[in-house]
């Protein structure tokens, strides 16, 4: 692995975009792996779009490509767009809203580097690292992952999580259709699809925040993700 692409979608995050931007812009990854990251405004109506220039402006403009979209697309709409610009080996996407510590893409590095895993999945419940997180949203996470196991024959944790380590050749053909956060069961159920590929997941730190702090996902998108499982699972 040579290089990394890192999209980063973001929709109305003023408060945390730029330190984000920046904490991924002073990341060193292992190996010297070069880092592309891609940032994609999908048309926040805070001030997320002064706080992208401003850290761009703390940092080369060069390390950052810079996708502004007119109408909000959600976070699946956002991602289908970053892929398409990543020019990485591998691809990792970084939520803008620091309930992930992104220091810790090196652990997830490692499983590729180290140990010869193709897909390799942040897990916010192995180990010992989580953080909050209310019990009914911890509840929803297991009985989707639990689904998901059973449906895509897969053994993982954690099929919500952000960090979802990716080869990018992998990741552009999966021809992904979900806008919002219906995403994250169609990648993990497109992904499982190709079984030769070697899974992995490593324990990650997880500072859950709450609506009242900005969290977007809702119950509605439990049963949607629910109706993803099924579709794109048990679908051709």
Avoid at 99 to 111: A, G, K, Q, S, Y
Avoid at 158 to 177: Q, R
Avoid at 219 to 228: L, M, P, V
Wanted: hydrophobic share 40%.
């Amino acid at each position: 692995m040579q290089k990394l692409s890192i999209l980063i979608p973001v929709y109305n995050e003023a408060q945390t975009i730029a330190e984000v931007i920046v904490l991924i812009s002073r990341l060193e990854l292992r190996a010297g792996i070069e880092k592309e990251i891609i940032v994609i405004n999908d048309c926040s109506t805070d001030l997320t779009a002064q706080e992208i220039k401003k850290a761009i402006s703390l940092i080369e403009p060069n390390e950052i490509v810079l996708i502004e979209h007119p109408v909000n697309k959600g976070k699946g709409g956002a991602i289908h767009s970053g892929i398409k610009c990543a020019t990485g080996d591998y691809t990792i996407i970084q939520d803008a809203d620091l309930e992930l510590e992104p220091t810790e893409i090196n652990l997830l590095l490692d499983e590729v580097l180290v140990n010869g895993a193709d897909i390799v999945y942040g897990s916010r419940f192995l180990g010992e690292k989580v953080k909050g997180g209310s019990w009914m949203s911890n509840m929803a996470n297991a009985f989707l992952t639990r689904l998901s196991n059973f449906v895509f024959r897969i053994r993982i944790t954690d099929m919500e999580t952000c960090y979802k380590l990716v080869p990018t050749d992998a990741f552009k053909g999966l021809n992904l259709i979900e806008n919002r956060f219906g995403f994250e069961p169609e990648i993990t159920a497109k992904l499982a699809k190709n079984r030769s590929f070697k899974w992995a997941e490593v324990p990650i730190t997880y500072n859950a925040r709450t609506e009242e702090q900005g969290k977007k996902i809702g119950w509605k998108d439990g049963f949607r993700a629910i109706w993803c499982i099924l579709k794109y699972g048990l679908g051709k």
